[in-house]
Each structure stands twice: as structure tokens, then as C-alpha cells.
């Protein structure tokens, strides 16, 4: 089984910027798509920004021209660079990935535990 870590939440004004890390741990997988999803208290879960392999992006329009999602590859991990930070990003963030392991023929998204990020005004 592949494990998801999430690290880099914390507290930041409002106009401040964050990043957050994932990293995927284990072995013998391969990782497709990833991405970051967030929840904040009384609203659905939403997904915040995605990233194929090759490195197309896509992003929720209340983030577009604000957060920027990267990856690297050979550390399995994946990036959100949050800029212009708002108090409405306030939320949980989690990691996901699409990951495939070959011995089991298994294709399935994994996801992290979620790191608090808190935009104070």
C-alpha cells in the first residue's frame, strides 16, 4: 500500500503565502495524476488544483492567478504554491494521487490525511 503525507499548513494572514508538500512513500507503483482537494467547515469538498504526470494542470476558478500545483516526479511528490492568500481558504487540505501497481493490476486514488491551513484577516 502507498501512503500519502501532507506537510506545510499552518496559520497566515491574509495576503500571505503558503506551500504545501506531499510526498507518496512505499513501493513498486507508479504514480499518475495528483492533486489537492480542500474542505472547509460546513461546505462540500472541492478540488483546489490537479496535475497529470506530463504536467497539465487544471484549477478551481476561485484559485486561478493565486495557487500554482507542481510536481516532482523522481521524489513523488507534489506541490500548491498558495499566493494572495484569502480568509476564505481557510480549510483542510488533502492530498491525492492516481497510482497504479502493477504486480496487483491496480489502478485507485490514495489520499493524504489533510493539513489545516488558516487564513486570519
Known amino acids: 500500500q502507498a501512503q500519502l503525507a501532507e506537510s506545510g499548513g499552518g496559520l497566515v494572514q491574509a495576503g500571505g503565502s503558503l506551500r504545501l508538500s506531499c510526498a507518496a512513500s512505499?513501493?513498486?507503483?507508479?504514480?499518475?495524476?495528483m492533486g489537492w482537494h480542500r474542505q472547509a467547515p460546513g461546505k462540500q469538498r472541492e478540488l483546489v488544483a490537479s496535475?497529470?504526470?506530463?504536467?497539465?494542470?487544471k484549477y478551481a476558478d476561485s484559485v486561478k492567478g493565486r495557487f500554482t500545483i507542481s510536481r516532482d516526479n523522481a521524489k513523488n511528490t507534489v506541490y500548491l504554491q498558495m499566493n494572495s492568500l484569502k480568509p476564505e481558504d481557510t480549510a483542510v487540505y488533502y492530498c491525492?494521487?492516481?497510482?497504479?501497481?502493477?504486480?496487483?493490476?491496480?489502478?485507485?486514488?490514495?489520499w493524504g490525511q489533510g493539513t489545516q491551513v488558516t487564513v486570519s484577516s
Open positions: 491525492n494521487a492516481d497510482i497504479y501497481t502493477p504486480w496487483a493490476r491496480l489502478r485507485k486514488d490514495y
Open positions: 496535475i497529470t504526470r506530463g504536467g497539465s494542470t
Open positions: 512505499g513501493s513498486d507503483f507508479s504514480i499518475n495524476a
